[in-house]
């Protein structure tokens, strides 16, 4: 049995890829830290983490190690939850991108709500921009959200992504026309990282579609309308990558990060973390 003090440590390491940070971030030193870590290391038998005077990462061991830990530790705030006789009460005001509506998110809040009946979860879908500035203005308590990878340290990292081009399976672009784009109405990362992308590759482009949800883009790329820009782990099956068949420019990575307001109630919010953390970010099936 591993102890949830040494993964709720290792976690913060494995997240902040720093002792010091880690330490920071739980209230205890940096000595600590490491010995927590080795006393994990030694139950897993296992070498779980690899420092240097430069650099903290994880092994291929702790990277499985990080998603264990994640599950125990919300099971282990399930089960307190459940037994303590102290039900959790409140409003959660939770807002998610739209396009992260279509993972495992939806059988995440569900669950969620079997384990805290009373909170009030209140649920924004839009795209990642608006649920920023509804977080900062206080209408928000949680958001999740996509941003370019390593643009801030703001958040909590759920997993990372690269964003591809999808077309449908029968679509065709001919040499030297201008690519055929469906895109988000501006503001939008999707759409900034697309229209950046052709131009600074001498690309000529033109907007078939606008749209200001996932699901008229993907109604528009269904229905051979041109191409988008989508993070690759989340394509619908019946799409497919064409950024090689028509030799569209990368796009670059990003991340899924959770952001909370620091007003916000912190004991559903810390739940409702730990749900999603332990989960990641998987196509719903």
């Known amino acids: 049995m591993f102890d949830p003090a040494l993964l709720t440590t290792f976690l913060a390491v494995a997240e902040t890829r720093s002792f010091t940070a880690a330490g920071l971030r739980l209230g205890i030193s940096q000595q600590t830290v490491s010995q927590h870590v080795?006393?994990?290391?030694?139950?897993a038998g296992r070498t779980l983490v690899?420092?240097?005077?430069?650099?903290?990462?994880l092994t291929d061991d702790g990277d499985a190690m990080a998603g264990f830990a994640r599950t125990i530790l919300a099971a282990h705030s399930a089960a307190e939850s459940w037994f303590s006789g102290s039900a959790m009460r409140g409003r959660l005001r939770f807002g998610a991108a739209d396009d992260l509506a279509i993972t495992q998110l939806p059988r995440i809040l569900r669950h969620f709500r079997q384990l805290h009946p009373d909170v009030d979860l209140e649920l924004t879908v839009n795209q990642s921009g608006p649920l920023r500035r509804r977080l900062a203005s206080g209408h928000l308590d949680l958001i999740f959200v996509k941003q370019t990878a390593g643009e801030s340290d703001e958040g909590r990292r759920v997993a990372g992504d690269t964003m591809v081009w999808i077309g449908?399976?029968?679509?065709?672009?001919?040499?030297g026309r201008p690519v055929p784009l469906i895109a988000y109405q501006a503001p939008s990362l999707s759409r900034q990282l697309a229209i950046g992308a052709l131009e600074a590759s001498g690309r000529t482009w033109r907007i078939t579609c606008n749209t200001r949800d996932v699901n008229g883009v993907l109604a528009a790329v269904r229905a051979g309308?041109?191409?988008?820009?989508?993070?690759?782990?989340?394509?619908?099956?019946?799409?497919?990558?064409v950024s090689d068949r028509?030799?569209?420019?990368?796009?670059?990575?990003?991340?899924?990060?959770?952001?909370?307001?620091?007003?916000?109630p912190r004991e559903p919010v810390e739940a409702?973390?730990?749900?999603?953390?332990?989960?990641?970010?998987r196509r719903a099936v």
């Open 38 to 43: 080795g006393r994990l290391e030694k139950a």
């Open 50 to 57: 690899v420092r240097d005077t430069r650099d903290v990462r």
């Open 168 to 175: 449908q399976e029968k679509l065709q672009v001919e040499p």
């Open 225 to 241: 309308m041109g191409v988008a820009v989508f993070p690759f782990s989340l394509i619908p099956t019946d799409l497919v990558k």
């Open 246 to 264: 028509f030799s569209l420019p990368a796009l670059g990575d990003v991340d899924y990060v959770l952001v909370a307001n620091p007003a916000a």
């Open 272 to 281: 409702l973390t730990s749900a999603i953390m332990s989960r990641g970010v």
